[in-house]
């Protein structure tokens, strides 16, 4: 594990979050729907030094809502800070709200993949 987020039932402002270690080759994100929904968890995959983002889509009466919060790498020389943008909450064509409740990281950990 590179990662814990110290309070996973608060909303997730935009941050820079920091791993403890650079020893990986790829990332899994885990993180809940939302800050009160502690207990489902999604995971999502990243190679090391890219850029991604974790998101939920689910169909609504105006349409299909999703939900994501990019996730940048800085380029620092440590490899080991990555930073998430605000959660952005789009519904049919509505412009984009932010919510920072949503799509909340919980855990990440380091993959190393066989030389």
């Excluded at 935009?14 to 939302?34: G, H, R, T």
């Excluded at 889509?57 to 800085?74: C, E, K, L, Q, Y």
Aim: aromatic share 16%.
């Amino acid at each position: 594990m590179l990662w814990t987020n110290p309070n996973p039932s608060a909303d997730f402002a935009e941050q820079d979050v920091v791993l403890s270690s650079a020893d990986y080759d790829a990332l899994e994100i885990y993180f809940s729907y939302n800050a009160t929904n502690n207990g489902t968890m999604y995971c999502m995959k990243m190679l090391k030094a890219s850029n991604s983002y974790i998101y939920y889509v689910f169909p609504t009466g105006a349409g299909v809502s999703v939900r994501s919060r990019n996730i940048t790498f800085v380029v620092d020389g440590t490899y080991k800070k990555y930073h998430f943008a605000a959660c952005s909450v789009g519904t049919g064509a509505s412009a984009p709200t932010t919510e920072n409740s949503i799509c909340i990281p919980r855990f990440i950990y380091g993959i190393k993949y066989p030389q």
